[in-house]
């Protein structure tokens, strides 16, 4: 019931292009979904985050798109960059009692 | 940048030793939690706390490990009797009052022998 589905576990896509990562959960109480990076040697750290209220959340090169009725989200890196290789999860919680992360997905940006 | 403290980087400990790892959240940050995340990047949730109170813990955290936020000094995890799986990386994350939003420390990698 609490599981977050992270996919794909490994993504490449070449710089310049949009990765997309996906996740999806079961409990509809879920109400707070952000993604980390973490990249080697270093602990996560937030990137984006989005609540159900909205569809959509930007910053940058980096988008959430949300679904309610589907129950998935995913995070869409525009224009990417070497420097953006990291592995990447997303989470999800309600309030600070129910959380849950995906399993990660690994992403390489070749030049 | 997080300013999450933790201490220390690197424990090697036998076999049904005791692991004790310590966390200074950032100041003025009420909630603290603990994650282990294996060789494999998977996280585990363990316990959090708001205002040195247990806010969730899983089982595991009940049995063997035990875990505490005392006002005016740093949290600290403990394992009571390390086992080979309990190798990892342990993540102190803290979070002001805004739910959701967690800044994590640099880890204690423990590792188990």
């Known amino acids: 019931q609490q599981q977050v589905r992270q996919s794909p576990q490994s993504l490449t896509v070449w710089e310049g292009e949009t990765a997309i990562l996906n996740c999806s959960y079961e409990?509809?109480?879920?109400?707070?979904f952000p993604w980390y990076h973490q990249f080697p040697g270093e602990s996560p750290a937030l990137l984006i985050a989005?609540?159900?209220?909205?569809n959509k959340k930007e910053d940058g090169r980096f988008t959430i798109f949300f679904n309610k009725r589907e129950k998935k989200f995913s995070l869409h890196i525009a224009d990417s960059q070497p420097g953006d290789s990291a592995t990447y999860f997303c989470?999800?919680?309600?309030?600070?009692?129910?959380?849950?992360f995906g399993a990660g997905t690994k992403l390489t940006i070749k030049p | 940048n997080s300013k999450v403290i933790q201490t220390p980087r690197y424990l090697v400990k036998g076999q049904g030793q005791k692991a004790k790892m310590r966390c200074i959240p950032e100041?003025?940050?009420?909630?603290v939690f603990w994650y282990q995340q294996n060789k494999n990047n998977e996280f585990k949730f363990l316990i959090n706390?708001?205002?040195?109170?247990?806010?969730?813990q899983i089982d595991m955290t009940e049995k063997r490990f035990s875990a505490e936020c005392p006002s005016n000094s740093p949290c600290s995890l403990e394992i009571q009797s390390s086992e080979a799986g309990d190798s990892a990386l342990y993540l102190c994350?803290?979070?002001?009052?805004?739910?959701?939003?967690?800044?994590f420390g640099p880890g204690t990698r423990l590792t188990v022998l």
């Open positions: 994350a803290s979070s002001p009052w805004t739910v959701g939003e967690q800044y």
């Open positions: 409990d509809s109480t879920f109400d707070y």
């Open positions: 989005i609540r159900p209220v909205s």
């Open positions: 989470a999800a919680f309600y309030g600070n009692e129910k959380i849950t």
């Open positions: 100041k003025g940050h009420p909630v």
């Open positions: 706390f708001q205002n040195q109170e247990v806010l969730q």
